[in-house]
């Protein structure tokens, strides 16, 4: 019996020290701030991944949390934690790219179908007798869609595939504006 007495308070003892002992798990912190860094300067993960940036950045501060309070198990996880986001962030900024890159690839090409369809519409309606329209207005707005469309090509081609979607859903309410005006006056027209 005397010698549990002696080996429980030499083992709580030793324990103590091992404990005191315990270093920050400084390489795996370095990591995970090395990784959240890179994610941040990912110009798709910002654009397109943000929600996944703000939870590896949590980690990171909870990880630092754990460090501070000496509970380096749990800041060894939370790096760890931290890494995997911030790589699921970079991969999941990639993924967002390409598919906003294929959705303002979609936009350009219907665009354009859009204004040659448009234009034939105008030198359609041109033809029909009695048709009250403004075609010097029209040539000027199919103007304006044209200038727009040549800036959504040049944003297209600066990777800029949210100046592409926003410029285009302006320049395809316009389009439909006209031709909802064109087939008023052709209906207008039949009547009489």
Known sequence: ???IYI???LVLILGGILAACATPPIDDMNSAHEAVMRAENDPNVVAYANNTLVLARDALARMQAES???RYDTARSLAAETISLAERAIADGRAGSARARDE???MV???GQALDDTT???NGARTVPGIRLDFNALTREMDVARGAY???Q?????NNFRDVISRGQIIRSMLADINGRISEAMRAAGRK
């Open 1 to 3: 019996m005397k010698k």
């Open 7 to 9: 080996i429980i308070p």
């Open 68 to 70: 501070n309070a000496r």
């Open 104 to 106: 303002a690839e979609a």
């Open 109 to 111: 090409r219907s665009l």
């Open 120 to 122: 034939r519409a105008i």
């Open 150 to 152: 040549g800036d959504v």
């Open 154 to 158: 040049q944003s297209f081609a600066a």
